[in-house]
Structures are given as structure tokens and as C-alpha cells.
């Protein structure tokens, strides 16, 4: 039994995105994503698996929020297909989807479940991209904000949480940088870094939208955050541990909680000839949404080692394990910067992510000591195979340590001071890993599918009456 207090109202939750669950990929007048282009290509994704079915949530929503309910889930975080809402980005709304999204929001007030709303998981209209390049051309400021606030206006009074972006880090570095994922542009920084200034823009401006529209909301960014550790006590690898943050977490997290850049990693960004354009105009922007948001969101998978990398060290272009095949990851860095190095403390998964639970304590820590905001962990869990018995149970207690030992550090953090107000896993059902298929499963609901399909019955895991106790103690029976 831990010893430590979890506020009453504290928000047990659980996260899914769009894409990754809803299937109906072009039911009811939804229009085409970036996403629902890109898993076309061959090789893009885990033996050429896409969302078209997915887990069928669109379909499934009242049994999958029947389960939620009965679980005794505080708080529901899903994402809003933009598609579904206008299928163009702009102009005529998409009646049959926003009705969708009414009914899932009014499901979820019905079981007094907290719905709180992501604006955008990655799916952005495909119509934006061969309009005028999507994330790359300013325009796409403006029609985000009218997305946005379209939602604002729709499920005031029903909505209290809101999420502006989620890992704006991750969409815009495997989209500009690696390739993983749309539009799959490689190496191009100047690119990158103009993205995510438009991405910037577009949260900020939605920040202040949101303010007059729903005063007594809650709004933040989710942002991907792996804290870092230097090697050693090595001078060299500690200054590749300030350089990583600067230039892989401050550069997000700065922005949304300071509303400016961090000066060392833009100095750098500048003399690469990278850097971004930021007018007066922006900066003020900026600051004017940080003074508004009223969390950090936080998603938490692992944590980064750091370790000087010489000049024609390794480069960010390492691949990556998406198979569940352990060790076939590889190192990866900036040249003159850092390079990521294992850590001999911890173990790893199937996919070669690092299992930190203490590291979720540091991050929140970091937040409250840097930012002195309020924290929303938007997502947390374990990507793993799992085995369907004969008897319908599925006895993931690799799930449920994992679990356990992160809730246990995000109690700790708030008895050390920091103001976590919710925990969401990642994730409620299984769901598809845009990279990895239908193997790598994250749910606390086992849903009968792989690549190719399945009978999409949902079966309920042990982590998921594990869950359901420590919800009922709030958190006393850990
Ligand atoms: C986060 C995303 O990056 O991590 C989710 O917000 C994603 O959409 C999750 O599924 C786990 O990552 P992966 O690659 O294992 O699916």
C-alpha cells in the first residue's frame, strides 16, 4: 500500500488517436488524411499495415466506452479527426462527423467519464497538403485555428480539456527529418524548423481563441518528453546532455510554457543556417498563449542517455526497431552534439525502449522546477506482444508491473510537489501502432486482430482489473 495521498479529484485516464482506432476510414463523408495516403507506399509501415479498419471504434464506441465505464475510467482522452469534421480542412462541415464526436463526447458524460479532447493527432486533410504543402505554408495557421475553434464553439459547456497538439516533436521529426512519416522528407532542417514554427503559431493562436470562447476550460500541448542523463561525469558528455535538452525538449516546452525560444539552441540553429523566421508579431503570440495555458501535457515512454558525439559522429538517420525484434535499434545523435548511449541501470522492451519508471518522476519534477505548471501525463505505457488464451484471458502482468512501478513515481512526484492532475495510458484498447502493426499492443482491452485482420472482439486483460482497483483505492491498493 503506497503511503502517499492521491488528490480526490485526481483524473485516472486512458488515450487513443483517431487514426490508430476508428477504422471507417471513408464512412460518412469523411475526407482523405495525410495518413490514410501515406501507409499506401510501401514500406512505410509494420508489413504494410494501415487504419482503414483499425480497431473499428467507429462502430464500436458504445461498447468500447461501456468498458471504460464499467472500469470506472476517470477520464477519456481521444483525439478529432479533422477529415471527419471538414473533409476539405476548410469550408463545408462534415455533419455525420461531428454527430459522431457529439455521441462519443455525450457517452462519456453519461458514465460521468471526462472527456478531454485532442485537436490534432497527426492526420491532417490530405486536401491542405496538395493545396498548398500543409504544415509548410503558413495558410495552414488560419485553418487550423478555424478547426479548432469550430470544436470550441460545438462542445462548450461539455468540454473542459483540451489538447492543442500532440508530440509536435515527434509528427514534425519523422516527418522533415527521418521520413517515418508524412510527407516522408528526409534531412530537411530548414523545412523542420519552419514546420514547427507554423505548428507553434497554430497552437498559440488556438490558445487565445480558446480563452474567450471557453474561459473555464483547460488547454495544453502534449509534448513526446524523454528526460535526459549525461553518461557520465565526463564535462564533455554533461554539456551533450544541456545541448540535447536545449535543441530535443526545451525547444517545445519553452515555447508552449515561456513563449520563446531557447537562445543557446536557436545560436546553434542560426550558425547551421537553419533557424526559423520569428517576427515581433510571433513573439508576441507566443508569450500571450504561454501566459494562458493551464498545463504541460506529458507523454512518458523512456528517457535519453547523452554522450558527446564527435563531427562525423552518428546522425539522427539511425534505424529504428519496428519490428519487436530486441536490438535491432540503432544509436542515433547530432554530429558535434550528442549521441544516445544504453543505459546499463535499466531494461528495455521488446522495441528497445528503455523501462524508466523513475524517470517519470524526473520529467515531472523538471516541469515544476522549470515551468511551474500544472501536469497532464496524456500518455504512459508498454507496447508488447501478448497471447490470447483459449479461455478469453490475456495474463499481461508484464503490463501491469510496468504500470504499476510508473503510477507509483507519478504519486511520489505529486507528494514531492508537483500538480499532476491526470494520468492517461496509453492505451485503453489495442490499437494500431502507426509504425509497428497490430502486434505491439498497448491495451488494457485485448482486441482480436493483427495485420490482416481479425474478428475484433474485445476481451478484457488482466492489467485491466488491476486498473480497475486502483482507480476504485485512488491508488491506495498500489
Ligand atoms: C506516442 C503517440 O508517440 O506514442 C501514440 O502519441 C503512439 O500515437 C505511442 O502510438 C506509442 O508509440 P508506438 O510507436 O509504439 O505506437
Not at 501535457?297 to 546522425?315: A, F, I, P, R
Not at 507496447?383 to 483459449?390: K, N, P, R, V
Not at 510537489?417 to 488494457?444: E, H, P
Request: glycine content about 8%; hydrophobic content about 35%; overall charge negative.
Amino acid at each position: 500500500m503506497t503511503k502517499y495521498q492521491v488528490p480526490k479529484d485526481f483524473l485516472w485516464g486512458s488515450a487513443s488517436a483517431a487514426y490508430q482506432i476508428e477504422g471507417a476510414h471513408l464512412e460518412d463523408g469523411k475526407g482523405v488524411s495525410n495518413w490514410d495516403e501515406f501507409v499506401k507506399i510501401p514500406g512505410k509501415t509494420f508489413e504494410g499495415s494501415t487504419g482503414e479498419t483499425a480497431v473499428d471504434h467507429y462502430h464500436r464506441y458504445k461498447e468500447d466506452i461501456k468498458l471504460m465505464a464499467d472500469m470506472g475510467l476517470k477520464t477519456y482522452r481521444f483525439s478529432i479527426a479533422w477529415t471527419r469534421i471538414f473533409p476539405a480542412g476548410r469550408g463545408e462541415v462534415n455533419e455525420k462527423g461531428l454527430e459522431f464526436y457529439q455521441n462519443i463526447i455525450d457517452e462519456c458524460l453519461k458514465y460521468n467519464i471526462e472527456p478531454m479532447v485532442t485537436l490534432y493527432h497527426w492526420d491532417i486533410p490530405q486536401a491542405l497538403v496538395e493545396e498548398y504543402g500543409g504544415w509548410e505554408n503558413p495558410k495552414v495557421i488560419d485553418d487550423y485555428v478555424d478547426y479548432s475553434t469550430f470544436l470550441f464553439e460545438q462542445f462548450k459547456g461539455k468540454v473542459k480539456y483540451w489538447i492543442t497538439m500532440n508530440e509536435q516533436n515527434i509528427f514534425t521529426s519523422l516527418g522533415w527529418l527521418t521520413a517515418m512519416h508524412p510527407p516522408g522528407k528526409f534531412d530537411d532542417q530548414k523545412t523542420f524548423y519552419q514546420v514547427n514554427h507554423h505548428a507553434f503559431l497554430a497552437h498559440a493562436k488556438t490558445v487565445i481563441a480558446f480563452k474567450k470562447i471557453i474561459p473555464d476550460g483547460q488547454i495544453g500541448a502534449s509534448f513526446a518528453y524523454s528526460p535526459s542523463y549525461a553518461l557520465d561525469c565526463n564535462p564533455d558528455n554533461a554539456m551533450s546532455k544541456v545541448d540535447f535538452d536545449n535543441l530535443k525538449n526545451f525547444w517545445w516546452m519553452d515555447v508552449y510554457a515561456y513563449g520563446r525560444y531557447p537562445k543557446n539552441a536557436m545560436t546553434y540553429l542560426e550558425k547551421q543556417g537553419v533557424a526559423p523566421s520569428v517576427t515581433k508579431e510571433d513573439e508576441s503570440l507566443f508569450k500571450k498563449a504561454a501566459s494562458l495555458i493551464d498545463f504541460m501535457g506529458v507523454n512518458y515512454y523512456q528517457t535519453t542517455v547523452c554522450e558527446y558525439n564527435d563531427l562525423d559522429g552518428v546522425t539522427p538517420y539511425a534505424k529504428m526497431n519496428t519490428t519487436g525484434v530486441k536490438g535491432t535499434n540503432e544509436q542515433t545523435g547530432i554530429p558535434g552534439v550528442y549521441k544516445t548511449a544504453n543505459n546499463p541501470y535499466l531494461t528495455t522492451t521488446d522495441w528497445d525502449w528503455t523501462i524508466d519508471p523513475e524517470g517519470l518522476r524526473y520529467a515531472c519534477k523538471e516541469i515544476t522546477s522549470r515551468y511551474n505548471l500544472p501536469i497532464v501525463i496524456s500518455e504512459n505505457g508498454l507496447g508488447a506482444f501478448d497471447t490470447l488464451e483459449s479461455d478469453g484471458s490475456i495474463h499481461d502482468l508484464y503490463r501491469i508491473s510496468f504500470l504499476e512501478e510508473h503510477v507509483k513515481e507519478v504519486i511520489k512526484a505529486i507528494d514531492e510537489g508537483c500538480d499532476v492532475i491526470a494520468y492517461c495510458t496509453w492505451s485503453f484498447t489495442d490499437l494500431l501502432s502507426w509504425l509497428n502493426g497490430y502486434q505491439k499492443r498497448y491495451g488494457f482491452v485485448y482486441v482480436d486482430r493483427d495485420e490482416k485482420g481479425g474478428s475484433l472482439k474485445r476481451y478484457k486483460k488482466d492489467s485491466y482489473y488491476w486498473y480497475e482497483k486502483v482507480i476504485e483505492t485512488n491508488g491506495a491498493s498500489l
